[in-house]
């Protein structure tokens, strides 16, 4: 859940970052161009009111002026552009040059001319287009120059933008380099909210996976997380707890009744006994109440020995679970040689892993005991002990008729038995013991189809624990 809701976390931080940034950064690069532009308006303004003198129409003496104040006017606009790297230029309205630095002349298209035109029609200052920071395009500003209320000259002023595209170059990298930083510290703060949320959903499903394999002691620390989480929490310990009373209710009823059933089916079977005595050698009646006697016994027997696997804590403890494989098999052989089968030990000779050695014993006895009943004679069963890193697993391969794809889903479940071996002797209730005995401890057991043929029961055990 984590790896689908962090994405979803970053990816809407990202989108408000971003959402507040990109404004941001064209505010800044509109405002770096407006300082300038207000800088040349107040230049081109000075320069105006220079140029407003020259234009009078000089008389006797005045021309002497004029003259010095052009003078002026163009020392001004050469000093303006030996310091500040600007050609600036006063222009007539037919776009003669009044005076001008450097051979500055009125463009005849683009932005200079449109700026030269605009101030020529007593508009006002013009306002350039934006210059972004990959555009390498310079900047025109012009003033009207006005006399008696006409204007009768411009000024206008053609500016490098390098140093402006720099210092909004330089304001976008803070604005990234702030926008980066906000994003570690979202990702930080997605990273300890999910893990603040999801931390309940994970220790719930680590219980949940306990319960279901047997760990019924197991709860939630109903501590930390959003309220809602709390609660549910505290919901399924409630329901946790009124589960394992009503199977503990279950299993005691199971084994007070097996119990109880025990002594009454004894007598009756010891009755039998008695009665056959009475009739004559090999009456049919008498012999399917004895074998139907004995296979209710059994089932007693599986009831109780059921119930107090799934009651009783397991006594873990480090074991050799080669050698104790490799005993069990030892056990079997002389059994299966006389069914006609082969039974035979394969895999490492020596694995340790945490285990009940009874009851692993008394899992791996079923299971043999399984395989060599649907073995036909010829055929052979193999019990293979693999470990790795976590695990150490017992295999045990036969090569009887094995079981379909359905009958695989339910193998394990109390009291079945597939409708194909209903002759063969048993409760269906061994394999349910075999899966109690092993969940006490950690373990499990799982059912697959053996290639080419057969059955393949997996049994694993934990090599860490103690």
Do not use: C
Request: aromatic letters at 6%; a negative charge; glycine letters at 8%.
């Amino acid at each position: 859940m984590r790896t689908r809701l962090l994405p979803l976390l970053i990816v809407l931080m990202a989108g408000v970052l971003l959402a507040l940034g990109f404004p941001l950064a064209v505010s800044l690069a509109a405002a770096q161009q407006q300082k300038v532009v207000i800088d040349r308006i107040d230049d081109t303004a000075r320069f105006a009111g220079l140029a407003q003198y020259v234009t009078e129409r000089p008389t006797g003496s005045r021309r002497a002026q004029k003259d010095e104040r052009l003078a002026t006017l163009e020392n001004q606009l050469v000093r303006y552009h030996d310091v500040y790297g600007i050609r600036a230029g006063v222009f007539y309205r037919n776009g003669d040059v009044m005076a001008s630095a450097d051979h500055f002349q009125v463009p005849e298209s683009g932005e200079g001319d449109e700026a030269f035109r605009e101030a020529l029609a007593g508009r006002g200052s013009h306002d350039p287009k934006q210059v972004w920071p990959w555009q390498d395009r310079r900047l025109y500003v012009a003033s009207s120059v006005i006399r008696d209320g006409d204007v009768v000259a411009v000024v206008v002023t053609d500016s490098p933008t390098e140093k402006m595209r720099s210092e909004t170059r330089h304001g976008w990298w803070l604005i990234g380099a702030g926008e980066a930083a906000a994003m570690l510290l979202a990702i930080g703060a997605a990273l300890r909210l999910t893990g603040w949320v999801l931390k309940p959903v994970r220790v719930l499903d680590a219980t949940t996976h306990d319960i279901a394999t047997g760990r019924l002691k197991s709860r939630v620390a109903a501590a930390g997380g959003p309220p809602e989480l709390q609660r549910l929490a505290r919901s399924f310990n409630e329901m946790a707890d009124h589960v394992e009373d009503v199977l503990e209710q279950q299993r005691a009823f199971v084994a007070d009744a097996s119990h109880q059933l025990r002594n009454p089916l004894a007598a009756l079977l010891l009755r039998i006994e008695l009665l056959a005595l009475e009739l004559p050698d090999g009456n049919e009646e008498i012999a399917s109440v004895r074998t139907e006697g004995k296979r209710l016994a059994q089932v007693l027997d599986d009831l109780l020995d059921l119930a107090l696997a799934e009651h009783a804590p397991a006594d873990l403890r480090l074991t050799d679970i080669g050698e104790l494989a490799a005993e069990r098999v030892d056990a079997w052989r002389p059994l299966a040689q006389d069914r006609g089968v082969e039974l035979r030990y394969e895999g490492l000779a020596a694995a340790t892993a945490w285990a009940d050695p009874v009851a692993l014993s008394s899992a791996l006895d079923a299971v043999v005991d399984n395989a060599l009943k649907f073995t036909p004679a010829g055929e052979s069963v193999t019990v293979t002990v693999a470990s790795n890193g976590s695990s150490a697993t017992i295999v045990v391969a036969d090569g009887g008729p094995g079981l379909t794809e359905d009958e695989l889903e339910r193998v394990g479940d109390r009291f079945w038995r597939s409708g194909r071996h209903q002759n063969v002797k048993g409760s269906g209730l061994g394999l349910s013991i075999t899966r109690a005995l092993l969940a006490a401890g950690g373990g499990s057991i799982a059912y697959a189809p053996n290639e080419p043929r057969g059955l393949r029961v997996t049994v694993t055990v934990p090599r860490t624990g103690g």
